[in-house]
C-alpha cells in the first residue's frame, strides 16, 4: 500500500510514495529516462559514494501507473531551509551549484534549484531530489536559476550583507525574496558590486521588463549554451563562497561563560546518560539546545538527537564544528507551523520531530518567566510529546531568575512558580522516576514520564 | 527539454546570458534583438488585421 508523500507532487515525471518505512520514487516514462541517464554518469557514482547525493535503487518492478521506481533510503530528520542556520544554507547553495556543474560536464542538468531538495544528514547536505537530473538539451538556459538566487542567494545576501535572519522570510514566503525585493532592500553602494549590480537590480529590471514573454527559442537560436551556464554557476560559486556572517554580538554565544553552565554540565550530563540508559531513545528533541552539548550526547548513544533553539549564532558555531546533531533554529514558543499546499506540505516541527525522549535542560524558567507562559500550561506542552522526558526546574531564588525578573512586579507574573507547586503539577502530569538536586539547591533535576490513561 | 514546472521569468532567462561572460552577452543581444524583431512582426500583422480594409462594396 503506497502513501503519496504529500510534500513530492510538483514534478509530474517524479515523485515519493511511503510504503511503511520504506521510500519509493515513482517516475514516468519521462522520469524514467531522466534516472537512465543519471545513473550512466561518474559523477553520479562519486557524489553518492562521498554522501552528497542520496542512494537510489532501481526496483525490479513499478508498481501500476508507474514506468519506473526507486528506493531512497530513510532521511532520519527532515528540516527546512526557514530551520537551517547562514552556514547550512551556504552549504547547501554550494552543493546545489556544484552537483550542477558535474551534471552539465557529462550532459545533464538540474531543473530546479531548490534547497527543499537538500537534507542535512549527520551534519552534511545531501541532495535528496534525484528527479532534479535530466538530459540537457543543448541550447537550452538553466532553468532553475532565478529559484536559486531568490531561494539560496538572496536569502544569504540578506543575513551577509544587510544583517536580517532570512528564517522569518523563508517560513512566510519559501519561494524567497524576489530581486525587485532585495532592489528594495539594498542600498545604494551596496549596488555599486558588479554581483549585486547583475543578480539583484539588472535582474529586477529585466524581469519587469520581459514578464511573460517567450524568450527561450531566441536563445537557442542565437547560441546559447552550456558553456554560459557553466560560467554562470562557477561565479556565483565564488560569490556564494565569499559570503561570510560571524554571528558575533547576536544572541547567546557566550552561553558557556555563564556560572551555572560550568557548574552543572557534568552532573546534567551523568542524569542524561541514565535517562538513555533506562530508555534508549532512538529520536531525541533537545528543547532549547543552546550549544548543543546535550544534543551530541545523546547523537553518541546512536539516536537521532535533534537540537532546537532560537539562537542562530550558537547552533552555527555548532555546525561549523561538523556535529552530526540535527540543528533547527525556531523559536520554541513559535515552532515551525504546517504549511504549505493544503497545510500538509511541510509539516510541523513536532509532527516531523516524533522524539521518544525529550531534554528540557534550562527551558522552562525562559518561558515562563520571559515568555509569561504559565507553569502548568507548559508541563501540558511537555506531556503532549507523550514520551518520557527530563526537565530541569529553576527555583525563583536562582540568580538567572532574578535576571529574567529584574523589570517585571509580581503581579505581572503567573502564579505557580515555587518548587512545591512545581511538583505538584508534575504530579497530576507524569510519574516522576529520577531526580536530582544541582549547585546551590535553586535548580533540579527531573526525569518523568507521562501518566497513561 | 520539456520545461518543468517551475517559472524560470523570461527576464531571468535572457540574463544568465550575460552573466555567462564576454561571449554570453552576444547571445543576450542576438535573442533580444530577435525577440523584438518577433514583437514587431506581431504587431504588424496585428495592424494589417485591424486596419479597417477598404470595403469590398466601395
Redo the contacts between chains.
Keep these: 500500500m503506497h502513501l503519496s508523500d504529500p510534500g513530492s507532487f ?4 517524479s515523485h515519493i510514495v511511503l510504503d511503511g518505512e520504506r521510500i519509493i520514487r515513482l517516475l514516468d516514462e ?1 522520469g524514467l529516462r531522466a534516472w537512465e541517464a543519471l545513473s550512466q554518469t561518474s559523477f553520479f557514482k562519486t557524489a553518492t559514494n562521498d554522501g552528497r547525493l542520496i542512494d537510489a535503487d532501481p526496483l525490479d518492478s513499478a508498481p501500476a501507473g508507474a514506468s519506473g521506481a526507486l528506493e531512497h533510503p530513510r532521511v532520519p530528520f527532515i528540516s527546512y531551509p526557514y530551520e537551517w542556520t547562514f552556514s547550512m544554507l551556504k552549504d547547501a547553495a554550494l552543493l546545489q551549484l556544484d552537483l550542477l556543474m558535474e551534471a552539465l560536464a557529462e550532459g545533464l ?1 538540474i ?2 534549484a531548490t534547497p527543499y531538495n537538500i537534507q542535512f544528514v549527520s551534519g552534511r547536505p545531501v541532495f535528496i531530489d534525484i528527479g532534479s537530473f ?4 543543448p541550447g ?8 536559486f ?1 531568490r531561494q539560496f542567494l538572496f536569502p544569504l545576501l540578506l543575513r551577509a550583507r544587510l544583517g536580517i535572519p532570512f528564517q522569518p522570510w523563508l517560513r512566510g514566503d519559501p519561494e524567497g525574496p524576489t ?1 525587485a525585493d532585495m532592489r528594495r532592500l539594498l542600498g545604494f553602494w551596496e549596488h555599486l558590486k558588479p554581483s549585486i549590480l ?2 539583484v537590480a ?2 529586477a ?12 527559442d ?2 537557442k ?4 549554451s552550456a ?3 557553466l ?2 554557476a562557477r ?1 556565483l560559486r565564488r560569490l556564494v563562497e565569499g559570503l561570510q556572517w560571524s554571528g558575533s554580538g547576536d544572541g547567546w554565544i557566550e552561553y558557556e561563560s555563564c556560572r551555572h553552565v560550568g557548574r552543572d554540565r557534568e552532573a546534567k550530563s551523568e542524569f542524561l546518560r541514565r535517562a538513555i540508559s533506562a530508555h534508549s531513545p532512538h529520536r531525541v528533541m533537545d528543547l532549547g539546545a543552546n550549544d548543543g552539548h546535550f544534543s551530541t550526547l545523546a547523537a553518541e548513544s546512536g539516536a537521532v538527537a535533534i537540537a532546537v533553539d532560537g539562537d542562530e549564532p550558537v547552533l552555527d558555531a555548532l555546525y561549523r564544528n561538523g556535529t552530526p546533531v540535527s540543528i533547527v533554529v525556531s523559536d520554541l514558543t513559535n515552532p515551525s507551523p504546517s504549511q504549505g499546499w493544503a497545510e500538509l506540505e511541510r509539516p510541523g516541527l513536532t509532527e516531523r520531530a516524533q522524539p521518544d525522549l525529550v531534554i528540557a535542560y534550562g527551558l522552562i524558567h525562559h518561558l515562563i518567566y520571559t515568555a509569561s507562559i504559565p507553569p502548568p500550561v507548559v508541563l501540558d506542552w511537555l506531556a503532549g510529546f507523550r514520551c518520557p522526558a527530563v526537565v530541569e526546574f529553576v527555583a525563583p531564588g536562582d540568580e538567572m531568575v532574578a535576571k529574567l525578573t529584574a523589570n517585571k512586579t509580581e503581579a505581572e507574573l503567573h502564579p505557580g512558580r515555587s518548587q512545591g507547586e512545581f511538583e505538584s503539577e508534575l504530579a497530576r502530569r507524569f510519574e516522576t522516576l529520577d531526580t536530582r538536586t544541582l549547585g546551590d539547591g535553586t535548580r533540579v533535576l527531573y526525569r518523568v514520564q507521562p501518566l497513561t490513561g | 527539454m520539456l520545461f518543468g514546472y517551475l517559472d524560470a521569468g523570461s527576464g531571468s532567462l535572457i540574463l544568465q546570458a550575460i552573466l555567462g561572460g564576454a561571449a554570453g552577452i552576444l547571445v543576450a543581444f542576438k535573442a533580444w534583438k530577435a525577440r523584438l524583431a518577433g514583437k514587431k512582426a506581431l504587431t504588424d500583422a496585428e495592424s494589417d488585421v485591424d486596419d479597417p480594409a477598404v470595403p469590398a462594396d466601395s
Excluded at chain 1, 10 to 13: F, I, K, L, N
Excluded at chain 1, 205 to 216: K, L, P
Aim: aromatic share 8%; glycine share 6%; charged share 30%.
Design positions: 510538483r514534478d509530474p515525471a519521462r542538468t531543473k530546479d535530466e538530459s540537457y538539451s537550452e538556459p538553466w532553468i532553475g536559476y532565478r529559484q538566487t530581486a547583475l543578480h539588472l535582474q529590471r529585466m524581469e519587469q521588463r520581459m514578464s511573460g514573454t517567450a524568450v527561450r531566441e536563445l537560436t542565437a547560441g546559447f558553456e554560459l551556464i560560467s554562470n561565479k
